[in-house]
């Protein structure tokens, strides 16, 4: 790739990741924080907040701090209706948090090297498991990401294990996936988080048949013995064969 490609590229990859340090805690930041957070020289940062407020991207407050700018409004709005599940899919995530009785349901996509939460059904018990819309999560581990990745070959799952930070191996991680693709459903116990464990089963295209998405149920490991997992399986199937007939995974038009 010539280096004026490689520059551009690096550009805006250092402008996406200058914009991902605004989020819920840090609506709002100053040059200082952003040049302190990124390592990058002054100027280049002040350079990249120029470019993104010309774009409407960011904008200044006037009080020294920036904001995500109005260019996003648009964008957040198209990502909302692309993205928000339609009711009868709600419906079918609710019943399935009730059927589990009471545990907290998400559907997870694939993006990249994470699976990121788009839609969720809060269940209803005092300890339960919390995931906001638009969380990432690693991919190298928890029921979700097993078969989200029940389709990968093995190059593809080497390099999601190689991101374990326990150094866990394409092997061990390759040995869940293959469950996962046999069975049709993954469970696990603690991987990403102690005390937590999670239940998944795949959505597809159904005109296609790619795997688009993840529906799971995820609670405390207490509370998914083996006699729970078994009697909530079928529901979970059920309503991952629902979401599938829907078709409605990143929008339909």
Not at 73 to 99: H, I, V
Not at 104 to 131: D, F, K, M, P
Not at 204 to 213: D, E, I, Q, V
């Amino acid at each position: 790739m010539p280096e004026s490609d490689a520059g551009g590229v690096r550009s805006v990859q250092r402008a996406v990741e200058l914009l991902a340090l605004f989020d819920a805690d840090h609506p709002s930041r100053p040059v200082r924080e952003l040049v302190d957070a990124t390592g990058l020289p002054k100027t280049t940062v002040v350079r990249l907040v120029h470019t993104l407020e010309q774009c409407g991207l960011l904008w200044s407050r006037g009080d020294g701090h920036l904001v995500p700018g109005t260019g996003l409004l648009r964008w957040a709005e198209l990502a909302g209706r692309t993205w928000r599940l339609p009711e009868e899919a709600l419906r079918r995530l609710a019943e399935l948090s009730e059927a589990s009785g009471g545990e907290t349901v998400s559907v997870y996509v694939r993006q990249q090297n994470t699976r990121v939460c788009i839609a969720r059904h809060e269940g209803t018990r005092t300890l339960r498991h919390v995931v906001h819309i638009g969380a990432e999560m690693p991919l190298w581990s928890g029921a979700a990401s097993h078969v989200l990745l029940s389709r990968s070959d093995r190059a593809d799952i080497a390099a999601v294990a190689a991101r374990a930070p326990g150094g866990d191996t394409d092997d061990r991680l390759g040995e869940r996936v293959r469950r996962a693709a046999e069975d049709g459903m993954a469970v696990s116990h603690g991987e990403r988080e102690p005390g937590v464990s999670g239940v998944a089963a795949p959505v597809f295209a159904p005109a296609s048949g790619r795997l688009t998405a993840a529906v799971a149920l995820g609670g405390p490991t207490t509370r998914f013995t083996d006699e729970a997992i078994a009697g909530f399986t079928p529901a979970l199937l059920d309503t991952a064969r629902a979401l599938t007939a829907l078709d409605c995974i990143g929008g339909s038009a």
